[in-house]
């Protein structure tokens, strides 16, 4: 028998991004572009600073990302709310009446960037999540604890078990998403949890394990949060997205920080992904033998599970190596595999490399 040929290339429905940081300002100039130029529309995260905790903001925010982008783009930015013990139901209910407002985002207090407003009791906001289960409006989770005490690589299985258990039973209806999961215990966890409950699944955690953040020495570039895992927590995720199970998809959590804010005695937690959004993906899911499943984990789980619908349009990949930009912009970012090579390459139509802001 001969085995089929892997494809060279790959034309998807156009992807969405189910969790991305635009930042603001200058810094949401440099990266918007890049993640227009691949997605039709990202969920958007609320942790500036100060964070996005109204409707108010939220609508504010996203006039200055729609101002932000490139003439003809058809790019959306779907806008969260960041969830603090002062949210009132009153918000909840503005929130879902609004129209641009599609989740509300739980950081716990100190977990990662921007978090300091975060919830200090996840009991103290179950009258807010009741509303959120009433009005549904799904609740996106950084699941993971911020006890001193519980050693890092395992924060997230003990949110899971502390919280996201007893959360998950409290309001039944509540659709819920558990962001950037990292660990068998999530993938373990959204396959018994039932039809409201997801995840997203970054490209960095299914491409790298633990060992990249020390390869030959410190690696701040490679430092996020949660932090990447062990090899069999990889491997765990890899099964989910090539399992085609619809309640796994895609979700950047393209982190942006200036590089002394990375190169630095204290260095910031975030990857920046955006300039090979999707093309990341593909070679993750090329590495396995899992293509096929693409589409289906980039462009329609996510639509089906936030009740929207697909995309209408094409992008196209092909198995073309370039090498990623050294840095970006005036801030200069350090992108995922800066002067290093990314297998897959978009291309427009025509079969010409689409234009990214570090090229
Ligand atoms: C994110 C950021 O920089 O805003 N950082 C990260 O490592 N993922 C925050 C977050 O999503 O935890
Ligand atoms: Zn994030």
Request: aromatic fraction near 8%; charged fraction near 20%; glycine fraction near 6%.
């Amino acid at each position: 028998m001969t085995p089929t040929a892997a494809p060279q290339s790959l034309t998807l429905l156009r992807p969405d991004d189910w969790h991305l940081h635009l930042r603001d300002g200058a810094l949401l100039r440099t990266v918007l572009p890049d993640t227009a130029a691949r997605f039709g529309r990202a969920i958007v995260m609320p942790n500036l600073n100060p964070p996005v905790t109204s409707v108010a903001a939220a609508t504010a925010y996203r006039s200055r990302i729609l101002a932000a982008l490139p003439a003809r783009s058809g790019f959306m930015p779907l806008m969260t709310l960041y969830l603090t013990e002062s949210t009132t139901v009153a918000e909840i209910q503005r929130a879902k009446e609004s129209g641009i407002v599609h989740a509300v985002k739980y950081y716990p207090a100190g977990a990662t960037t921007n978090s300091e407003n975060g919830v200090r009791d996840l009991q103290a906001v179950y009258p807010v999540l009741a509303a959120m289960e009433r009005w549904d409006l799904p609740l996106l989770l950084h699941g993971e604890v911020t006890d001193p005490s519980v050693d890092i690589f395992d924060r997230e299985a003990v949110f899971i078990e502390r919280h996201l258990q007893p959360l998950r039973q409290t309001f039944p209806g509540l659709r819920i998403v558990l962001e950037h999961v990292t660990t068998s215990a999530a993938v373990d966890f959204v396959e018994s949890a039932g039809p409201r409950t997801a995840a997203t699944i970054t490209a960095h955690h299914l491409l790298l394990n633990r060992n990249a953040l020390f390869q030959g020495g410190l690696r701040p570039h490679h430092y996020c949060l949660p932090v990447l895992k062990r090899e069999q927590h990889r491997q765990a995720l890899l099964r989910a997205v090539a399992s085609g199970n619809p309640r796994f998809f895609l979700g950047t959590d393209s982190a942006p920080h200036p590089r002394d804010k990375k190169e630095s005695a204290c260095g910031c937690a975030g990857i920046y992904t955006a300039h090979a959004g999707i093309e990341l993906y593909a070679e993750a899911f090329a590495g396995i033998g899992a293509l096929e499943q693409l589409e289906a984990f980039a462009s329609r789980h996510g639509p089906a599970f936030y009740g929207l619908p697909c995309n209408t349009d094409t992008i196209r990949l092909e198995r073309q190596p370039w090498t990623a930009p050294a840095s970006l912009g005036a801030e200069e970012i350090i992108p995922f595999r800066a002067g290093e090579e990314i297998a897959w390459r978009l291309v427009d139509k025509t079969g010409t490399c689409e234009m990214t802001s570090g090229l």
